[in-house]
């Protein structure tokens, strides 16, 4: 079976937010990020406490309502944030691949799978294959070296076409 098709932009970010979806990462990055600053503005407040000696009540009504208005919102702006990077990384680093220009060719055969992009081969044996993530646009197939390989869903003419490339490489699995 042969499947034919050119990356987008969209399958690179997709990619790009699958390998950055590890939770327990993310949680402590959104924990660090709202603790770093709530710190500031607690030091901020007592540093502003000693310039307004008479007047405490007010500089602590405002630190109170920042550090309220923070904890409601430090999730989203974490989340914006990062959605930022991930498309900065990606028109940086997609613009420098070949992907973009030329076809990729991925075959499956009885020893695993083959990927050939403008005459460079790559061949993956099927026990190289960590496991597989399905999405509504793209097929992840994992290796157990860290790597990604990304196949759109576009790439295949029909959703039958789709569950029997699926099913190929679920039988071939060890």
Known sequence: MEIIFKMT???????????????????KAKIQYKISIAIIIVITTFFLLELVAPFYIPVLVMATILLIIWFLYSDSIFNTARDKTIKNLANKEFSKSIKQIKDTKITLQEDGISEEIEGMYSKIQWSFINDISVTKNNIFINLISGQ????????????????KFLKYIDENLV
């Open 9 to 27: 932009m969209d399958d690179y970010l997709e990619l790009l937010r699958l390998k950055n979806n590890d939770i327990s990462i993310t949680r």
């Open 148 to 163: 990604v390989l990304n196949i759109p869903k576009r790439a295949f003419k029909n959703e039958e076409e789709e569950k």
